[in-house]
């Protein structure tokens, strides 16, 4: 018989004495009832070891879940249906004031403060109704700062109640500061953009104005031009031309706009005394606000002239200062500042090259009408002097002596006249000089008028990408508001989740985009700005530098529906001035738009680009209007325009020239047929 259960084994030897005694009939049931105590005892070392790891899984997660309110800021309230604490717990960096002893038994109401208590018997209330989580916030001054904080009520069994409270003060501060910071951002760029149209605007004006002087030679026109002129681009109330007389050391007016004929006349300022001469003679502007009580205003004939402002710049010429140009302000006492000197004295620059110019040529004027009435003299002598020979023939001799010393006076007066043009010629040479200086400052006007052009083109171009961008944030935005309530309230499924992401994808793939779009505009608006502003020579891509000056060109393209095609080996690689390759496109393509198709709503120009050897040929051609032959024989020279007084320079093609045939070393020629269009035909070096 197998080992009986020590149990069993007791039970029935107290019945039976011994195991012989029992019957047989019994034995298989004591087998089993044997069998069923082992099975039990089994059963019960199994449970007895299985409760003893619970507990000691217990004991650990309640540690962890200490250090894990310990490591918290968040504060644990767990109350009963009427609000009363029945259990507290807080971490150890939490900023709450009581200790857990003394709010045991309170109602939450009137815990940490009395001030928000109906804003969580509010909440209470709701809870018990609405059976849902409900989240409220507000804010408390502890130690003398402002603190904001977030409470979050869920409902528990048995009605009760469990309360996070979580200090949001540090979220709030971090918000605050990066709204300030966008909103300085955003008020930094409107600031920018306004002060680069402004100076846009003023470089126009000043160039525009720089036309109107330089136009008229006759001095007494070009001084008034320029006062007039000035007080148009500034909006003062008057503009005064002082010039210099060198002998006497005064000054006096001779041109003015917005002055009686009294002032002007009665105006006579020695150097170093008056505004104007202060200003000659430390050649420095000058701001003299308040002029009725200022010291260095003194000019009788001006008293009853009601100025109380003004500002006074150098007119220069070489380094020689010649005069003044002065603005006055008969409204404001305050009026000028340092941006209005600038302006100015920008002004100035060509005032005093127009001045200059018109003394030459008025002095060119004299000396050609003095040399006329010379040579109309020396006729009228030679012509006296033959008919004296034919009348006095029988006194030969006298008559050849005569006029043998008539020719050796002839003969002196032709080499001091000789000395005299030479002289002429000498000025002549330094006038056009000073014509060509003005060109070039001219010239340097009109890039830097493009170059506002491309700043403007880079705000319209990269704003829809931009705006693209802000849109789909904000959307993303939306999203993630509509996704943390669903998690706060605990009704987020896993097709939320993907719905979620899939919107995030987009909306991410959306911004990276439009991001990268803005980059390359603004990257290809910055290689063309470097460009058009830089003079150096290096190696680059032809291809690449056309299509980066389309893309600048694009805003005024795209007002237009005429197109542009572009035959160019991708590879094409020259050593050259990329500047200066741009300013002839820029010039040839502005040409088509405001001359070629001024009366065709719809135009075609076409840019074929060959290699043969070491030569670029280079085909530009306009289906427009086309031109005359005389038009077209006058087109490359300065200032000859068909547009005079609608904007036209009359230096676009000449630019165009002077930079193919100096600065590049090659040709241009010019084919056109009125009703058909123009083409161009360049060769220029590919390596210089």
């Known amino acids: 018989m197998t080992q009986l259960h020590r149990l069993l084994q007791r039970q029935l030897k107290?019945?039976?004495?011994?195991?012989?005694?029992?019957?047989?009939?019994?034995?298989?049931?004591?087998?089993?009832?044997?069998?069923?105590?082992?099975?039990?005892?089994?059963?019960?070392?199994?449970?007895?070891?299985?409760?003893?790891?619970?507990?000691?899984?217990?004991l650990e997660a309640n540690l962890q879940m200490q250090a894990v309110f310990q490591a918290l800021p968040d504060l644990l309230f767990r109350l009963d249906s009427e609000g009363v604490i029945l259990d507290f717990k807080a971490g150890k960096i939490n900023d709450f004031l009581h200790q857990p002893k003394d709010l045991i038994g309170k109602r939450i109401q009137e815990v940490p403060f009395k001030l928000v208590g109906d804003l969580f018997h509010e909440a209470i209330q709701r809870i018990q109704k609405e059976k849902s989580i409900i989240t409220i916030e507000y804010s408390l001054t502890l130690q003398g700062q402002e603190c904001f904080y977030e409470a979050r009520l869920a409902p528990l069994l048995d009605a009760q109640i469990v309360v996070v409270i979580r200090n949001l003060t540090q979220r709030k501060k971090m918000e605050q500061a990066l709204r300030q910071a966008y909103d300085e951002l955003e008020e930094r760029v409107e600031q920018r953009t306004m002060e680069l149209k402004k100076a846009n605007e003023q470089l126009a004006a000043l160039y525009k104005v720089g036309q109107t002087i330089t136009a008229p030679l006759n001095l007494n026109v070009v001084l008034n031009v320029i006062a007039?002129?000035?007080?148009?681009?500034?909006?003062?109330?008057?503009?005064?031309?002082?010039?210099?007389?060198?002998?006497?050391?005064?000054?006096?007016?001779?041109?003015?706009?917005?002055?009686?004929?009294?002032?002007?006349?009665?105006?006579?300022?020695?150097?170093?005394?008056?505004?104007?001469?202060?200003?000659?003679?430390?050649?420095?502007?000058?701001?003299?606000?308040?002029?009725?009580?200022?010291?260095?205003?003194?000019?009788?004939?001006?008293?009853?002239?009601?100025?109380?402002?003004?500002?006074?710049?150098?007119?220069?010429?070489?380094?020689?200062?010649?005069?003044?140009?002065?603005?006055?302000?008969?409204?404001?006492?305050?009026?000028?500042?340092?941006?209005?000197?600038?302006?100015?004295?920008?002004?100035?620059?060509?005032?005093?090259?127009?001045?200059?110019?018109?003394?030459?040529?008025?002095?060119?004027?004299?000396?050609?009408?003095?040399?006329?009435?010379?040579?109309?003299?020396?006729?009228?002598?030679?012509?006296?002097?033959?008919?004296?020979?034919?009348?006095?023939?029988?006194?030969?001799?006298?008559?050849?002596?005569?006029?043998?010393?008539?020719?050796?006076?002839?003969?002196?007066?032709?080499?001091?006249?000789?000395?005299?043009?030479?002289?002429?010629?000498?000025?002549?040479?330094?006038?056009?000089?000073?014509l060509k200086e003005t060109q070039d400052q001219l010239i340097q006007a009109e890039k830097m008028a493009a170059l506002g052009g491309l700043v403007a083109g880079i705000a319209h171009e990269i704003n829809t990408p931009i705006g693209i961008g802000v849109t789909a944030v904000s959307y993303l935005e939306q999203k993630t508001q509509e996704f943390e309530k669903k998690y706060e309230r605990g009704q987020m499924n896993r097709s939320d989740l993907e719905k979620y992401v899939k919107i995030a994808k987009e909306a991410t793939i959306m911004i990276l985009k439009n991001l990268w779009r803005a980059a390359d505009q603004i990257q290809s608006f910055k290689q063309v700005a470097i460009d058009q502003t830089c003079d150096e020579q290096r190696r680059f891509k032809l291809k690449a530098c056309i299509d980066d000056l389309l893309l600048s060109l694009h805003p005024k393209l795209s007002k237009t529906q005429h197109t542009i095609t572009v035959h160019c080996p991708e590879d094409l690689e020259l050593t050259s001035y990329p500047g200066v390759f741009s300013q002839i496109l820029t010039n040839l393509i502005l040409n088509s738009l405001s001359h070629g198709f001024e009366q065709k709503a719809q135009g075609t120009m076409m840019l074929q680009i060959t290699c043969d050897h070491n030569m670029l040929r280079l085909q530009y051609s306009d289906d427009g209007c086309g031109m005359a032959a005389e038009t077209r024989l006058r087109i490359f020279e300065p200032f000859y325009t068909t547009k005079r007084g609608q904007g036209g320079t009359g230096l676009g093609l000449h630019i165009v020239y002077n930079l193919v045939t100096q600065q590049l070393g090659g040709r241009i020629e010019c084919e056109s047929t009125p009703g058909i269009g123009t083409t161009f035909h360049i060769q220029i070096p590919i390596h210089l």
Not at 283 to 309: C, K, T
Not at 337 to 345: A, R, V, Y
Not at 350 to 368: D, F, K, V
């Open 228 to 434: 007039r002129s000035t007080v148009e681009l500034l909006g003062t109330d008057t503009g005064v031309i002082l010039l210099l007389d060198e002998t006497r050391e005064i000054l006096t007016i001779q041109g003015a706009f917005g002055l009686s004929e009294k002032v002007m006349k009665g105006t006579h300022d020695r150097i170093g005394e008056s505004i104007a001469g202060r200003v000659v003679q430390t050649g420095q502007p000058i701001i003299a606000n308040d002029l009725l009580h200022d010291p260095r205003f003194f000019n009788p004939s001006a008293a009853n002239e009601g100025l109380l402002a003004c500002a006074s710049v150098p007119l220069s010429v070489g380094g020689k200062i010649i005069g003044t140009l002065d603005v006055h302000s008969k409204s404001d006492p305050y009026a000028f500042n340092e941006k209005h000197i600038q302006t100015l004295s920008m002004l100035a620059s060509q005032a005093a090259i127009a001045i200059e110019n018109a003394r030459l040529y008025e002095q060119l004027q004299l000396a050609h009408d003095e040399l006329e009435a010379r040579v109309q003299q020396r006729t009228a002598e030679v012509l006296a002097a033959n008919m004296q020979l034919h009348e006095e023939i029988a006194e030969r001799k006298r008559v050849e002596e005569a006029l043998r010393k008539l020719n050796e006076e002839l003969e002196h007066r032709v080499e001091a006249r000789t000395i005299e043009l030479k002289e002429i010629n000498t000025a002549l040479r330094e006038s056009l000089e000073t």
């Open 14 to 58: 107290r019945h039976f004495g011994n195991e012989a005694s029992i019957p047989d009939e019994w034995q298989g049931f004591i087998r089993d009832v044997s069998d069923a105590y082992q099975e039990s005892d089994i059963d019960r070392e199994m449970l007895e070891r299985s409760l003893e790891l619970s507990s000691q899984e217990l």
